[in-house]
Every structure is written in structure tokens, then in C-alpha cells.
């Protein structure tokens, strides 16, 4: 096994082991002598010190020169260069499973070219008999070859790789190379692993067993590298004039190094506006930009810094778009004062996304609700049974209601929209209230509190609340802690209704009270008024429904030119089709969503990569090998980076230990021959 050297510089101390033998030459008697008559009758007599012209004591100075040499030695840092493919002592075939990264960090410097060399040398070792499998991975897997024996498929597979907009995840690339080698029937199984293994791109559900006997090895590629992103975008919005106005602020975060340059903000392809900003190494940065006036189309934005190593994050894409306010009628019964729908209002009126109106029922006319997106009965019912088919007419036309039972209602709006009965009013103020313990996480409704948020909703409480025996037809949302219905939905026709069995005036809940209540407000609103909620951009590994930005359903024959087309931002056409409407959202940038049947501009989607992917810190190989190594496979730790071959074997503290010793035995035996002469001389 060849010895390589980190710091091969170092060896140029072994320079140090001439310096005795010049000496040495240096004090040789000299050959011009001058001769002086008055010295002429005196014998020549030799100089003692002449007995320094020669080497008296030889294991002397080799046990100095072995000092010198294991100094410099361990300097240099010396390691044992492994192999690249490990010694082959089964007989029979191999299943040879190959995972390489693909995910945008490896564009960074030469890591995919070094990946591609790699396999090369890898196919190389290929014999007959062997079965090889190459999978390319970022956020997901796919194989890139069937098994095979030829190392051109291998090679030719590797050379067709290229650095994606994905993050990276080895939990699908592990889990498919498991299947791939449990079900081999070869003798000997061998998994490679090659990336540069940040630290994001392992968690939990990564760990997998690889099968008993199967080797295993790990090649890290690259070094971490300074990196600076921008991270992150947002558009606050505001009215100024009758127009809506987008106010974009942007974080950038310097990972690694300090950051010092400008910050731009693109308009549909134009820089209009230019920040200077300085970011400490580590830390993270915030630039605002001044407010720009939205028109009705989309408006493609792009917050921009200097490119660095990784050209992948200097970029974020996000889209803006006026959008019409929604118009909100709340109608209250008779005998409502005017603190009824104070909490409900203002909590709408927060923003820019609604137009509030309070009226009574009785002024729910057609008219009324022609003008409207959303009804919202507050504790109130419909007038009579003109007024609860026109509420139905009205929902299964396309608009949303939504029904907040109270003391005053009776139950009429949830009977006339089929969302239940009401059955009596339940009071809870005995045992301090009732909490939302059960909730539909998955619904739109709640898409804001998912994870940690969702412990917010529970900390209202319900003192009293009206029994809603929910009809079949309907979806309850959510229960409280004695399993009674809290919030009901059904969609009917082209509309959404949805019941609330609390007021939400402060008098039967605290709910109004907490800080959840505004943004819960809002989500109900939107889902029933039916407006999708746009994000400003979407991820890597997202899926795109592209039916609600379409005008009507696609055709199933799309040969006459006027399908809809969603344009990738590599330029590659999608057709949509009734069977085909999901679109994988693979690559950064925008994608137009045409439809050519209404003339208009084309619907545009912003799309980023992963944000962790920008983060360049280094996994722990370890924690993989000891997740793979859970069924008995052996590990072979193979690192293309002669630095973490040098660093896992650490050879130097034994040569310097060893220099040590060495020093030791010269001064005990520089000492004994010093005393012999002493005694000699004397």
C-alpha cells in the first residue's frame, strides 16, 4: 500500500541531515601552506582537535539523522493511500449499485467532473459475471442504467450526469439501492456512494440497513466552500391610489465568508432598483426595496446578487400580480349590536385582500349578492325560504358562505346549504372550556398552523357552542374535546359553505382573542370565496396542478394546436391534457402555463431550489456508515480528498511520537560517549 504525503513540502528539512557532513568538510585541513623560515627547526606536531575531521561515533549520528528524517516525516503529514476498489476475495459475481449526486450543490468547482472519473475507474474493475447499477439522486432517485456487465453502459451513464436545481437527500437514493441489492441472487454485493455529503442531506427517515455481507464505501468529493445565497423574498402589499402596490424585501446569507456587494431587483428581466449591502460571515442581511405598482398580469421578479462558486443561489425568482380585494358581505340578524361583527370585520379589513360590508339579512337581496364573494352569516339565519334558496343559488353559482351560529341563529342557514342540524347549545364554562383537540391538517383552512402552529389553535377556549349534528354530505374540519363538530364544510355546485358553532364576538369564546384568530379569518375567507392562494414561488420537487390557472378544463384531443402548454425555463413544452394536469417542477426559474384558448398572457409560476441546499457544511461520514453497517456490512472508508484520508488515519502523531523516542535514546547516548572521552582526556 503506497505512503502519500499531505504536505510533501515538508520534506525538503531532510536538507537538515548535510549540515553535520558539511561541517565536517568544512574544518578538512587546508592544502596551501605558508611556510615561515623561523618555524623551520620545530617538529610538526599534529592539532588534537583534528580528531573532529572524522565521524568518531557512526550510531551517533544516525540515531540524529533518524530524528531529523521522522521530524520532517511528520511534518509532511504522511497517509496510507488506499485503493480505489477494494480487494476481491469471493469468487463469483458482483451487484454493484452506484449512487451519484446530482443535486445543485455539485456544480460547485470540478465535484461533478471528479464524479464522472469516479465511475470511470469504477467500470474499470468491472468482470464478467458482475451486474452494475447506476442511480443519479438529488431530492429523489432514479436509476440511470439497467444491470449490466458492460463498462461503456457505465461510463456512458455517468457521462450524461449533470448538476440538477434539486436539494440533496440520501434517504430515496439508500432506499432504492437496498431494494436493488436484496433482491440480487450474486454472491457478493457492493454499494458506492459518491457526494459531497452535506450535513441537510441525512436525517431519520435516511437510515437504512444495507444487506449482511454487502461492502460499502463512501467518497466524499469536495472541500466546503464559502458560499453567500439569497435566501429568502417576500412582497408586502399596499394600496396607494386605487392601485396595489408590492413592497419586496430580501434576506441574503453570507455562509462562510463576509459579504459585501450590491443587491438588485429585477422586473420582468430589467433592473429597477439596486441595494448596496455588508453581511458578516455567518450572519444573515435584509434589503427592502422601494414599493412598485402591480399591473393585472404577472410580474416576474428576481432578487440577484454577484455570482460565487455556486451559481445556484445567487438567484431567487418570486411572482407578483395585483389582485383584486375580495368582496365580503357580513349580514347580521335583527336585534344585533354593533359590537357583533366588530372582531370579524376588523380582523378583515387587516390588509389589503378584503372589501368589508356589514349588512342586515333582510338586505341579502340578488343584487347584494351579485356583488359579492363571500356571504358571511354571523349569528344570524337567512330571511325565510326565499332567503336560504337564494344562498343556495348563490354557493352553488360560485360563491362561498359561511354560517357562524350564535345564540340568535337557529340552524336555517346550515339546514338551507345541507351542512347539518342544529341540535341545542352545549355550555363548557364549568370545567374553564372546551379546546380544538382533533383538526384537519391537510385542509387548506389550517395549511398555516401544520407543525409546531397548530398547538395555537388549541389554546382558545370554547365556553359554550351550538351541537351541530353534521349532515353525511359534509366534511367536519374540526371537533372539540368532547368530539362535537366545531366546523363544518360541503362544497356544493361550483361554490364552498362551511359552519362555525361559536360566535366569533368575544362573548361565548376567547378565540377572537388570540393571535390566530386574524390569519384563521383570512383562510376561511379565501377558501370560500374559491381563490386559490397564489405563493409568490414554489420549490424544486413541487408539484404544479395546472387546471386552476387554465380557463376551462383541457381538451383530450390537444392535436389542434389549442391545448395548453406549460413551458419549462430550459424551454421544454409540457401539453396538458385531462389525464395530465400535475406538472413536476424540476428546474429554477419560471414556468408559463398558455392557454390558447383566451388570448392572454400566459399564467407564470416562480420556481426556486431547495434553500438548504445552500448550505455547504460537511456531514459526518460516520453517522452513514454506522446506519448502513446495522445488518454486519463491512465499511471501507474511501475518500477522493487526500485531506480526509490523511485526516481519518492521522499517521503523524506516530512519527512525531516516535521522533520523540528517538531524541530520548541520542541524549542518553550523546551523554555516555561524552563521559568515556572526559576520561580519556584525563
Not at 457492493?190 to 437510515?207: C, G, K, M, N, P
Not at 359579492?372 to 343556495?392: C, E, F
Request: proline share 7%; with cysteine.
Amino acid at each position: 500500500m503506497p505512503v502519500a504525503f499531505l504536505a510533501p513540502v515538508f520534506l525538503a528539512g531532510l536538507a537538515a541531515l548535510a549540515i553535520p557532513v558539511l561541517i565536517h568538510l568544512a574544518n578538512r585541513p587546508k592544502k596551501d601552506v605558508v611556510r615561515f623560515p623561523s618555524l623551520m627547526f620545530l617538529e610538526k606536531v599534529e592539532y588534537q582537535a583534528s580528531s573532529r575531521r572524522r565521524l568518531r561515533n557512526l550510531v551517533l549520528f544516525a540515531v540524529r539523522c533518524l530524528a531529523l528524517i521522522l521530524v520532517a516525516g511528520a511534518f509532511a503529514r504522511p497517509f496510507l493511500d488506499h485503493p480505489d476498489a477494494p480487494p476481491v476475495t469471493i469468487d463469483g459475481g458482483r451487484e454493484l449499485v452506484v449512487l451519484v449526486d446530482r443535486s445543485a450543490s455539485m456544480a460547485v468547482g470540478d465535484r461533478m467532473d471528479r464524479a464522472r472519473g469516479e465511475v470511470a475507474e469504477i467500470a474499470a474493475g468491472i468482470r464478467r459475471g458482475d451486474r452494475a447499477t447506476l442511480v443519479a439522486f438529488d431530492h429523489a432517485a432514479a436509476a440511470a442504467n439497467r444491470a449490466t456487465d458492460d463498462p461503456a453502459v457505465l461510463r456512458a451513464a455517468a457521462d450524461s450526469l449533470r448538476p440538477g436545481d434539486g436539494g440533496t437527500r440520501l434517504g430515496p437514493p439508500l432506499r432504492l439501492a437496498e431494494s436493488l441489492l436484496a433482491g440480487s441472487p450474486l454472491p457478493r454485493r457492493e454499494l458506492v456512494v459518491i457526494s459531497d455529503f452535506q450535513r441537510r442531506a441525512w436525517d431519520q427517515e435516511s437510515a437504512i440497513a444495507a444487506p449482511p455481507g454487502t461492502a460499502v464505501r463512501l467518497i466524499r468529493l469536495g472541500e466546503p466552500v464559502a458560499n453567500t445565497a439569497v435566501a429568502e423574498a417576500a412582497a408586502g402589499r399596499e394600496r396607494f391610489s386605487g392601485r396595489e402596490r408590492a413592497r419586496v424585501t430580501a434576506t441574503v446569507a453570507a455562509r462562510g465568508g463576509e459579504f459585501r456587494g450590491p443587491v438588485s431587483l429585477e422586473l420582468d428581466g430589467r433592473v429597477v432598483q439596486e441595494r448596496d449591502l455588508t453581511v458578516a460571515a455567518g450572519d444573515v442581511g435584509r434589503v427592502t426595496f422601494d414599493p412598485v405598482t402591480l399591473p393585472d398580469r404577472p410580474v416576474r421578479a428576481v432578487v440577484r446578487i454577484p455570482a460565487d462558486d455556486m451559481a445556484a443561489d445567487d438567484a431567487l425568482h418570486l411572482t407578483l400580480q395585483g389582485d383584486r380585494p375580495l368582496r365580503v358581505v357580513i349580514g347580521q340578524g335583527p336585534g344585533a349590536d354593533a359590537r357583533a361583527s366588530l372582531y370579524l370585520a376588523r380582523a378583515l379589513e387587516a390588509g389589503t385582500e378584503h372589501d368589508v360590508a356589514v349588512l342586515p339579512t333582510a338586505a341579502l337581496t340578488a343584487a347584494a349578492l351579485a356583488g359579492a364573494d363571500v356571504v358571511i352569516l354571523n349569528d344570524a339565519d337567512p330571511a325565510g325560504d326565499v332567503g336560504g334558496r337564494r344562498l343556495r343559488d348563490f354557493v352553488e353559482a360560485g360563491g362561498g358562505v359561511i354560517v357562524v351560529l350564535g345564540e340568535r341563529s337557529r340552524g336555517g342557514g346550515t339546514e338551507a346549504l345541507g351542512l347539518g342540524r342544529v341540535a341545542g347549545t352545549r355550555d363548557r364554562s364549568a370545567d374553564g372550556g372546551a379546546s380544538l383537540a382533533r383538526v384537519d391538517a391537510q385542509h387548506p383552512v389550517f395549511e398555516p398552523f401544520r407543525g409546531g402552529a397548530a398547538g395555537q389553535l388549541s389554546r382558545a377556549r370554547f365556553f359554550r357552542y351550538r351541537q351541530l349534528d353534521a349532515d353525511p354530505a359534509a366534511s367536519v374540519l374540526a371537533r372539540y374535546d368532547d368530539g362535537t363538530t366545531a366546523m363544518a364544510a360541503r362544497d356544493l355546485g361550483r361554490g364552498r359553505a362551511l359552519a362555525l358553532t361559536a360566535p366569533l364576538d368575544g362573548r361565548w369564546s376567547d378565540l377572537v382573542l388570540q393571535p390566530v384568530f386574524v390569519p384563521l379569518a383570512h383562510r376561511l375567507v379565501r377558501h370560500a370565496s374559491g381563490r386559490a392562494v397564489v405563493p409568490a414561488w414554489r420549490t424544486v420537487g413541487d408539484l404544479l396542478d395546472v387546471a386552476p390557472l387554465l380557463a376551462a378544463a383541457p381538451e383530450s384531443d390537444p392535436d389542434d394546436g389549442t391545448a395548453p402548454v406549460v413551458r419549462t425555463p430550459s424551454g421544454r413544452r409540457i401539453r396538458v391534457t385531462p389525464e395530465r394536469t400535475m406538472i413536476s417542477l424540476d428546474e429554477r426559474g419560471f414556468y408559463e402555463v398558455r392557454d390558447p384558448r383566451t388570448g392572454v398572457a400566459p399564467a407564470a409560476v416562480a420556481v426556486n431550489g431547495d434553500p438548504g441546499e445552500s448550505e455547504l457544511d460537511p456531514l459526518d461520514t460516520a453517522v452513514v456508515e454506522a446506519a448502513l453497517t446495522v445488518g454486519g456490512a463491512p465499511v471501507i472508508p474511501v475518500s477522493a480528498e487526500p485531506v480526509e484520508r490523511e485526516r481519518t488515519q492521522s499517521l503523524w502523531w506516530w512519527v512525531l511520537a516516535a521522533a520523540f523516542v528517538v531524541m530520548a535514546v541520542e541524549t542518553v547516548l550523546a551523554n555516555a560517549l561524552s563521559g568515556r572521552r572526559s576520561t580519556v582526556q584525563v
